[in-house]
């Protein structure tokens, strides 16, 4: 667990196949057709990052965990055994009773670093969800979609809000809070 940053795994973005900046020249006449499995891509993972205000809503469906005492990143614990998210049913449908993470709740969008100081929306080109033949396209005449303009204000809530949990847990570690524990599963 220790490679996970919330959401980038070795450099890559935990989910993301194919992570594009959004654009006009690029992703003209696309967009969004809703699939009725809209997390199946999480069915692999067993772990998702969390932001401080997840925690109360969150802690009442999963365990959290932090990874690393030196860099600590909260976790959803979704399964006990790796690549298996007990909350996604064999159908690929999250659990309707069970809470969303907002990091899954982002995707196929996210923010990345554009330049020194802007933000730019990226979209998960290999999402099921992506279409040549879209139900909510990406732009309507040449500017972003009011669908997009939502997705890039929640994504940029998420963003404040992870730089938040990042904040609190450097104070963690300055005030020596966590203890590192290790557990152990064996199936039977």
Not at 117 to 142: H, N, Q, R, T
Request: with cysteine; aromatic share 10%; charged share 20%.
């Amino acid at each position: 667990m220790n490679d996970i940053n919330y959401g980038f795994v070795q450099g890559r973005m935990l989910l993301y196949r194919k992570p594009e900046m959004l654009s006009l020249e690029q992703h003209e006449g696309r967009g969004i057709s809703p699939v009725e499995t809209p997390h199946a891509h999480a069915r692999d993972v067993h772990v998702l990052p969390l932001t401080l205000t997840e925690f109360v809503t969150a802690q009442k469906h999963f365990p959290i965990v932090f990874a690393s005492l030196e860099e600590p990143v909260p976790l959803a614990v979704l399964g006990v055994v790796e690549q298996t998210n007990l909350f996604i049913n064999e159908k690929g449908q999250w659990d309707a009773l069970a809470y969303v993470p907002a990091y899954l709740r982002c995707y196929p969008f996210s923010l990345a670093q554009h330049g020194a100081d802007k933000m730019a929306l990226i979209v998960d080109c290999e999402s099921e969800a992506v279409s040549e033949k879209p139900e909510i396209p990406f732009f309507v005449d040449g500017k972003p979609s009011d669908y997009i303009n939502h997705m890039t204000e929640f994504c940029g809530r998420y963003q404040t809000e992870r730089l938040r949990t990042q904040e609190f847990c450097k104070k963690l570690v300055d005030l020596e809070l966590l203890v590192g524990q290790h557990v152990s599963y064996t199936p039977t």
